[in-house]
């Protein structure tokens, strides 16, 4: 994220530990730059946890939530006397753990459905037969006169 890992933090501090729905309106009401992506983020991770472990929204809350420096962006910019001056354009890593409530019910993950042309058996994974294209008589190709008339030593 292109923003300063202290701005964030900022932001982060008042979101960790809780609800999902808390979090949600505090970071819609909140007027900072780095609300949106730390929401589109969130948006993500619940979306990760309904689809691969069947947990609901509701049961959600926010357990670790980290703000790392990431790699910053280098520009210059020119002073008197032709000297330059470094301008260090700061960039954050944003890593969030959710957790589940205690007393949540949760399902196992559904099974996943076999692709197209897979076939599944009790236990062992076969795949179809595919067919092989059947091959005629060998043709040679037709040999190509006009190659030799182009590039023959002598000019006409």
């Known amino acids: 994220m292109r923003t300063a ?17 808390e979090v949600e309106h505090q970071l819609r009401f909140l007027s900072r730059k780095s609300t949106a ?14 689809n691969n472990f069947n ?3 509701e049961n959600l809350f926010i357990k670790n939530i980290l703000v790392n420096a990431g790699v910053p962006f280098r520009r210059w910019r020119s002073v008197s006397r032709g000297r330059t001056y470094p301008i260090m354009k700061r960039t954050s890593h944003i890593i969030m753990v959710l ?8 399902e196992k993950p559904s099974v996943a459905k076999p692709m197209k042309g897979e076939l599944i058996s009790k236990g062992e994974k076969t795949q179809p037969k595919i067919k092989k294209p059947v091959k005629g008589p060998i ?3 037709k040999k190509q006169n006009w190659v030799k008339r182009i590039f023959r030593r002598k000019s006409m």
Do not use: C, T
């Open 139 to 141: 043709q040679k190709p």
């Open 5 to 21: 890992p202290r701005k964030v933090r900022s932001v982060v501090d008042l979101i960790r530990g809780k609800e999902i729905k």
């Open 55 to 57: 947990i609901d929204k």
């Open 37 to 50: 992506p730390i929401l589109k983020l969130l948006k993500s991770a619940i979306a990760d946890a309904k």
């Open 99 to 106: 957790g589940v409530k205690e007393g949540a019910k949760i």
